[in-house]
C-alpha cells in the first residue's frame, strides 16, 4: 500500500510560510528552504514537480492579499500595494492588471 500523493502539500507549506510576510519583504528561497528543512536545490525541484515555483507562490500570495484589502475597503490603494509587497504603486497597478484584467480601482467597485 502506497500512501497517496496529495496535490500541492509543499505548495501549500510555502504558501503558508509567506503569508503575512509581504510588507517586510519576502524571504529568499533559501530561507523558506531551510525554514521547511529543503535544501534550497531540491525545494525548487519539488516545486516544480508540482507545477509551481517560488515565484508563482510569491506573485499568488501578492494577489491574494490585494484582493483581500480591496475587498475589504478599509485600506488605500496606495497602502494596498504595499501590504501586498510592492514598492510602488504603478508596479501594483500592472500587476494587478496581469492577474485579474481590470485595475484595482474598478475591481473596488
Known sequence: MSKPASS???TSNVRNVLKGKATKGFPT???VSKTLGY???T???RLIAEGSTYQSIKNAVRRDSAIYHLAEGEMSIDDIALAAGFADPPSFFRAFKRWTGTSPRAYMR
Open 8 to 10: 500541492n502539500n509543499l
Open 29 to 31: 528561497l533559501a530561507e
Open 39 to 41: 535544501a534550497p536545490t
Open 43 to 45: 525545494l525548487k525541484r
